[in-house]
């Protein structure tokens, strides 16, 4: 009866267990089929406040914690009773047995050794045997007075330095405050770039106060740490702390000069790189300067063209070389340095649009040719001399002496009129145009108008001015006149002056311009005698400019 009712609950584990690895996906058989291991906290025996060795596993169904109990009331009652020998680590099938003169204090099994920390039983066993002879020899140590003396002398003797250290640093700040305020003023001068002072020497004396406050500050806690750390080593029970105070200092030194010293490397590549491309840079400016300026032969789309080449050319180099550079610069292989420069380039990414968008405007305008620097031109309303072309915007100076900002991405959607990109050795052409007539003989009109540009000063006798009759109206005939203008930036100028002269010419023959527009001829001509063309307030012929 009982053999079948042992067999049916075989039956039913074996049933669960075959359920329960049939759920199991795949890709888990090999975590399955590995034995389970139990959690256990692992312990660290300590002897005369100095740790001997960590146990982390199970013996005889006993925790590490346990273990560690009872080794340290083995160690106690044999040192109670004063018993002499070595520490020694025998191996047996179980693991090492540390033992003091034949007695055994505890028990490294394989379960204890951190295999992922290259740790062996071994190595184990002999550090452990090492600080246990150590905190033994420590505890011998606490019982003697004259090494106790010894000791307290010497700690007395370490804050006796460590009061002057104090005295010391406190002296030197003073100094160094009464040497900054004397010579803050001479300093502040120093950091001026063309003739602009970074710092007042106000400025510049609170922040050399605040770095020499901070220098004393770190000397002094230095000094606390060193000072204690010495101290703790005096005495055999708060010697480990003063040697995990001294080795953390240790540490921390060589993994921070560690980490400066890895820097080294990477740093010289970045600047080796920077400065390769600074010297790049300048060879490119330098060419494209030769090509502009017509030292080097060239053609002249690519002469005019020099500017915004040298500039892309220029960017192009400078982004290789912070691609380059990024990876030798330190920490740029941490989470943090790479979450910033995401977060950097969206940023830069989602508000430089609109500056992206103008930048290739301009190169549009510049590899276009519409525009150079010192043409006359039109743009919508605006009229003036081209003063610069920007990768954002174009600058326009106006006879007015008004500069206007025309922004490229307008400037690409506007219509513009260049006055002196066709004008060659001929010069520009500027227009006008008058309605006269159809009493009026039409070769009259030509003669006066050619006769009113020769009287213009600053139109050009050659080529010679020509008139054109651009339209028959119901009432009148419109004529044109051009002619060639020596100086493009004085067209408002020259025109008004060339208006005067129309007038002038045509009240002398006695012809009537038909502007404004009239319906009916009226009873007499609409004209001006020559003895009425000074009326006040005009001046004299003598004072009035071209007579």
Not at 393 to 411: Q, W
Not at 459 to 482: G, K
């Amino acid at each position: 009866m009982r053999r079948g009712i042992s067999l049916l609950l075989g039956i039913g584990v074996f049933a669960c267990l075959a359920t329960a690895a049939s759920a199991q996906p795949a890709g888990d058989t090999t975590a399955a089929a590995a034995p389970v291991k139990t959690a256990v906290e692992p312990a660290t025996l300590v002897v005369n406040n100095r740790p001997i060795v960590t146990l982390r596993g199970l013996f005889l169904n006993r925790t590490p914690s346990q273990r560690v109990e009872a080794a340290r009331l083995r160690i106690a009652s044999l040192l109670d009773a004063d018993t002499e020998g070595t520490i020694s680590a025998n191996p047996t099938r179980e693991g090492s047995v540390i033992a003091l003169g034949g007695h055994m204090l505890f028990l490294i099994t394989p379960g204890d050794v951190d295999e992922l920390a290259g740790e062996t039983i071994d190595t184990t066993s002999r550090v452990a045997v090492a600080a246990l002879n150590l905190a033994l020899t420590e505890r011998l140590e606490l019982r003697d007075k004259r090494l106790m003396a010894w000791a307290i002398g010497r700690t007395i003797v370490a804050l006796l330095l460590f009061v002057a250290l104090l005295a010391g640093a406190r002296r030197l700040y003073g100094w160094i405050d009464r040497r900054l305020d004397r010579r803050a003023e001479l300093w502040a001068g120093k950091t001026a770039i063309r003739g602009f002072a970074l710092l007042t020497p106000a400025q510049l004396l609170t922040v050399l106060r605040r770095a020499a406050q901070f220098g004393t500050g770190l000397t002094m806690l230095l000094g606390v740490y060193l000072f204690l750390g010495l101290a703790l080593k005096q005495f055999p029970y708060t010697r480990p702390w003063g040697e995990q105070l001294g080795h953390f200092l240790a540490t921390s030194v060589k993994a921070v000069l560690g980490t400066m010293i890895g820097w080294i490397p990477g740093l010289f590549v970045a600047i080796l790189i920077i400065v390769l491309t600074r010297w790049l840079t300048g060879l490119v400016s330098a060419f494209f300067t030769a090509v502009e300026e017509g030292r080097v032969a060239m053609p002249e789309a690519l002469a005019e063209t020099a500017q915004p080449t040298r500039r892309i050319a220029n960017a192009v180099l400078w982004v290789l070389a912070l691609v380059m550079v990024y990876p030798f610069l330190p920490g740029s292989n941490s989470p943090v340095f790479k979450g910033i420069s995401v977060f950097v380039g969206l940023v830069v990414s989602l508000g430089a649009s609109g500056v992206v968008g103008q930048y290739l405007s301009g190169l549009v305008i510049m590899y276009s040719r519409a525009l150079r620097p010192g043409d006359v031109v039109r743009i919508g309303d605006d009229e003036g001399v081209v003063v610069s072309l920007g990768m954002l915007s174009t600058k326009l100076r106006t006879v007015k002496r008004e500069e206007i900002n025309i922004p490229n991405n307008l400037l690409v959607s506007t219509v513009t009129r260049n006055f002196t990109r066709l004008a060659g050795a001929e010069g520009a052409i500027i227009y006008t145009t008058v309605t006269i007539g159809y009493d009026a003989p039409w070769r009259q009109i030509h003669a006066m108008l050619i006769e009113a540009a020769a009287r213009t000063p600053g139109l050009r006798r050659e080529p010679a001015p020509f008139v054109l009759q651009t339209s028959l109206s119901d009432f009148y005939v419109e004529y044109q006149l051009n002619a060639h203008i020596e100086q493009p930036d004085k067209r408002l100028s020259t025109r008004a002056a060339l208006h005067a002269n129309i007038q002038d010419v045509f009240n002398e023959h006695g012809v009537q311009i038909m502007s404004p527009h009239y319906e009916s001829d009226p009873g007499e001509k609409k004209w001006v005698p020559r003895e009425r063309w000074h009326e006040p307030p005009a001046k004299p012929p003598g004072n009035a400019e071209g007579g």
